[in-house]
């Protein structure tokens, strides 16, 4: 049991497990831990134990849902410290969920924390503080959210996807603000939205079964992720403008993937995807 314990934590998903504690620990005196603490607790649980029937039903054994318990802790990383437990909770479910409902032959489709979140947003008007991703601590402490962010997406061969999205999404604010009104996005390369982009590009955006492999594909989803966020956050102005990013990644790779197993052409790789991502096939 030790060694299986050992073994786990030197994984992606343990370490990534590891390195969302340690924020955890870090950022919940901001917010208070009684306020973070119903929900981030109420959310794992619940999350993980329908994970863990899941699992149990589909593999005819017992498995840790180490997946769900990491995206209960992001689902609540995210949405406001003030969110009820129980939306945090409806929230975690329904993306552990989302993983059975939109999947290809390999892979969840959605990233399922993304699509939960921008979910709740429509159906409890839920707000996004991103406060695990170190909001509220002193500017030195942010190093470690940064140290933490590469290493995890160096162990899962991310970087070409991290860089490409953080240099483009940056760049086309960069290049707005010298030609419009420089007010509008200024709170880009603040607190708390400068620190939600890297959290959002070293754990979410990074999920390996919703992102590609080769350094290539990671260069063109990290454009499209970029572009995608951008547009949101000038056109639509939402609060989710990163996820609905990282959504429209999840869609092209779904879609690269199907067409790539078929070697079809494009209208009929669209078939394809659209059957691959289908709940009911």
């Known amino acids: 049991m030790l060694r299986k314990i050992r073994n786990f934590f030197k994984t992606p998903k343990g370490l990534v497990t590891i390195i969302l504690v340690i924020l955890i620990a870090m950022a919940a005196p901001g917010q208070g831990f009684r306020m973070v603490g119903a ?17 149990r039903a589909r593999k005819k054994v017992w498995e840790f849902p180490s997946g769900a318990v990491l995206t209960a802790m992001i689902v609540a990383m995210v949405l406001r410290a ?29 990233n399922p924390a993304a699509l939960a979140i921008v979910a709740s947003y429509f159906v409890f008007h839920t707000g996004q503080s991103w406060w695990g991703a170190l909001t509220d601590v002193a500017p030195v402490a942010k190093v470690i959210l ?9 162990r899962v061969n991310k970087l070409p996807l991290v860089l490409t999205f953080l240099g483009a999404y940056f760049l086309l604010f960069t ?91 494009f209208p009929k790789g669209v078939g394809s995807f659209l059957q691959e991502i289908s709940p009911w096939s």
Do not use: H
């Open 39 to 55: 929900g981030l607790a109420s959310a794992t649980v619940a999350a993980g134990l329908v994970d863990l029937l899941i699992l």
């Open 82 to 110: 003030q969110e009820p437990w129980y939306v945090t909770t409806i929230t975690s479910v329904a993306a552990v969920l989302s993983k059975y409902l939109f999947r290809t032959r390999s892979a969840n489709v959605f």
């Open 146 to 154: 940064l140290a933490a962010g590469v290493f995890i997406t160096d």
């Open 175 to 265: 290049v707005t603000a010298f030609v419009s009104n420089p007010l509008a996005v200024a709170e880009i390369f603040r607190t708390p939205d400068a620190e939600a982009a890297l959290y959002f590009a070293f754990i979410i955006l990074t999920d390996p079964p919703t992102s590609p492999a080769k350094y290539p594909d990671q260069i063109v989803c990290g454009l499209i992720v970029a572009v995608v966020s951008f547009a949101f956050f000038e056109w639509a102005g939402v609060v989710y403008y990163l996820l609905a990013g990282v959504l429209a990644g999840n869609i092209w790779e779904a879609w690269r993937r199907a067409n790539r197993r078929t070697g079809s052409t």
